[in-house]
């Protein structure tokens, strides 16, 4: 219920133009969840200016250029934090690369299969960085790849099979069949949530698997040892 209702006031949101306030009167959501649930949909100045035509009231466009403003504010102070860590990380090395794919693949990554290392998520990012790290690492070529995606019916299978082929610099034939689900009444399933669906990349090979998992341990074993 909660998921539909999330549904629904995001829909009111982006597709209608609607207020907190409205949302909040049709749907009987208090504010401050639709403060949580609507941070990344804010209403255009030509929007507010809309709404305040057709009989808004002042408060209410104030509040919606208030929020408008915090959001700006809060967007130019990540951007300095940005600019920090990137300067305290300056250059990666092959042993932070190491460092963070165990970590990526101890978090994320399938362990209980023999001769196959595989790993799932719906973040481009993510897999290209378990990507360059089995590359950099351990020597296996961008061609050794196999990918799968998993997606909802919804979603036009070409256009998604063409963006992860894009993201992640694959030919197609690198692409195993993908699987397709409907999204149920549990699903939150406004479009723009689904993403691009969800991309696992498999890697094969005995001594790899090992290999993986050993560092995995010799990792985690000296992290013990700090504790």
């Given amino acids: 219920m909660r998921k539909e209702l999330r549904e629904k006031a995001v829909r009111m949101r982006v597709e209608q133009g609607m207020s907190y306030s409205a949302i909040r009167d049709a749907l009987g959501v208090p504010k401050s969840t639709l403060s949580y649930w609507l941070h990344e949909h804010p209403l255009s100045e030509e929007r507010i200016l809309e709404l305040r035509r057709a009989g808004w009231k002042k408060g209410e466009a104030s509040r919606e250029r208030y929020r408008n403003t915090m959001r ?8 300095e934090r940005y600019k920090e860590w990137m300067s305290y990380f300056g250059e990666l090395s092959e042993r932070d690369l190491m460092v963070a794919g165990l970590l990526l693949y101890i978090g994320e990554g399938t362990k209980r299969k023999a001769a196959q290392l ?3 998520n719906t973040d481009p990012q993510a ?9 950099s690492c351990f020597g296996v070529s961008r061609e050794e790849f196999r990918i799968q995606l998993h997606l909802y019916a919804s979603m036009d299978l070409e256009v998604e099979r063409k963006f992860w082929q894009n993201a992640l610099k694959v030919k197609k ?6 699987t397709v689900r409907n999204a149920t009444k549990h699903s939150f399933s406004y479009s723009a949530s689904h993403g691009h669906g969800t991309c ?3 890697v094969y090979g005995a001594e790899r698997e090992r290999n993986v998992k050993m560092a995995m341990q010799a990792f985690l074993d000296l992290q013990d040892k700090r504790d």
């Fill in 173 to 178: 034939q690198q692409f195993y069949k993908g």
């Fill in 72 to 79: 700006a504010k809060r967007a130019a102070k990540d951007k």
């Fill in 200 to 202: 696992s990349v498999y």
């Fill in 127 to 135: 897999i290209r960085l378990f990507m360059t790290w089995m590359e």
């Fill in 118 to 120: 595989s790993l799932a």
